[in-house]
């Protein structure tokens, strides 16, 4: 059984979530979904809608409404001790905590992961994506972070999986939320946009972009 790690924001579910459920999908077996925040019903529903959810785990407490890297790694730890593979979305907070889960696990980690080969088997860019290294891990537990863009989301409708609550809260308070200051943009989210259109220096000028 296959834990995937929701990416949202209490009370939206980022689509980096669909494509890392198609990544699970093709590692095989059930996939669970776990909802962590505060007030974050709505996300666990369209969770439990998406194509191929067998289960939505749901840990609702103000302790996750930022879903700190600590706590979240000491939830995922608990929860993912039950699992084959736990997959998040290779994005900052993917990153923020996932590593600490690993630790907490006592496995490797393997980052950025761009293609599924079998339930044990990985393909991952190295060397600023010049090259491709395929690794195969021995790990009770497979603790790993999905490059989304390698991977086509799943249908967000069409599933009707259970939601089931979690009692476990993370005791970490060494840290804590001090604020965010989020830049307002009418441009999609880099991991959520259908087309990036990039440039630079070697273009020379505007009529060469």
């Known amino acids: 059984t296959i834990l995937v790690i929701a990416e949202h924001d209490n009370s939206t579910l980022k689509a980096a979530t669909l494509n890392t459920l198609a990544a699970a999908s093709k590692i095989g077996g059930d996939v669970h979904v776990l909802v ?4 974050c019903g709505a996300v666990a529903s369209a969770a439990a809608a998406a194509t191929g959810v067998a289960k939505v785990l749901v840990a609702d407490a103000a302790i996750y409404e930022h ?9 995922v730890a608990e929860l ?3 699992y084959s593979h736990i997959l998040a979305p290779a994005t900052t907070t993917g990153k923020d905590f996932l590593p600490r889960t690993a630790a907490l696990l006592d496995v490797n980690m393997l980052s950025d992961v761009i293609e599924v080969v079998s339930a044990d088997t990985f393909s991952r860019p190295i060397y600023a994506g010049n090259a491709i290294a395929t690794y195969q891990t021995a790990d009770a537990i497979k603790v ?3 490059r989304t863009t ?4 799943v249908a967000a409708t069409g599933g009707a999986a259970a939601v089931e609550a979690v009692g476990f809260a993370s005791g970490y308070t060494k840290a804590a939320f ?10 999609p989210e880099l991991t959520s946009a259908a087309i990036v259109v ?3 220096r070697g273009m020379g000028n505007g009529e060469n972009f």
Not at 36 to 39: I, L
Not at 178 to 187: C, N, V
Request: charged fraction near 30%.
């Open 36 to 39: 962590a925040g505060k007030d």
């Open 67 to 75: 879903q700190l890297g600590e706590v979240m790694g000491d939830l």
């Open 80 to 82: 993912g001790k039950g």
């Open 144 to 146: 790993l972070t999905v």
């Open 150 to 153: 390698a991977f086509d989301a």
């Open 178 to 187: 001090g604020g965010e200051e989020l830049a307002k943009s009418d441009r």
């Open 198 to 200: 990039s440039g630079g």
